[in-house]
C-alpha cells in the first residue's frame, strides 16, 4: 500500500471513530429520561476521552507513516536524512507530552467535582426531559 493509501486509511479510521463515538454520546443522552448535570457530564468525558484518544492514536500512526516513507524515499538529499530521525524523535515526544495532557486532564476532571466548579451555571440549567 502506498503513502497515499495508508495515511487516507489512517484518516479514515479517525473519522469513523469520530463519528462512532458522537453518535454513541447522543444515543447515550436521548435514552435518558430526565436531565442530570452529573450523568451528562460524566458521559460527555467519557466520549472526549475516546474521541480525543483517537486523535493522538492517528497522529502517532500517521507520524510513523510519514517518517518511514520519508527516509525511503531514492535519491532524498544527505542534508535532509540527517535530520529526518531527529525530526522522528521530537515528534515522538510531542505527541508523548500530548497524551500526558490529556491522561492528566481527563484524571482532574474525573476526580473533581466540575459540576460545583461551574457553580451558578450548572444551578441556573434548567431540568429537561430529553425526546426520543
Do not use: C
Request: charged residues 25%; without cysteine.
Amino acid at each position: 500500500m502506498d503513502v497515499v493509501n495508508q495515511m487516507v486509511e489512517v484518516s479514515k479510521k479517525w473519522a469513523d471513530l469520530q463519528v462512532k463515538t458522537a453518535q454513541s454520546w447522543f444515543e447515550e443522552v436521548r435514552q435518558t429520561e430526565k436531565f442530570d448535570p452529573g450523568l451528562l457530564l460524566d458521559k460527555t468525558i467519557d466520549a472526549s476521552q475516546v474521541s480525543i484518544q483517537g486523535t493522538l492514536d492517528a497522529e502517532v500512526e500517521g507520524s510513523e507513516i510519514y517518517f518511514k516513507e520519508l527516509v525511503a524515499l531514492p535519491g532524498l538529499p544527505k542534508e535532509v536524512a540527517k535530520v529526518v530521525e531527529p525530526m522522528h524523535g521530537v515528534t515522538k515526544q510531542f505527541i508523548g507530552v500530548q497524551q500526558s495532557l490529556a491522561n492528566h486532564w481527563f484524571e482532574f476532571l474525573r476526580k473533581n467535582d466540575i459540576l460545583k466548579m461551574l457553580g451558578p451555571v450548572a444551578k441556573e440549567t434548567p431540568a429537561v426531559k430529553v425526546a426520543a
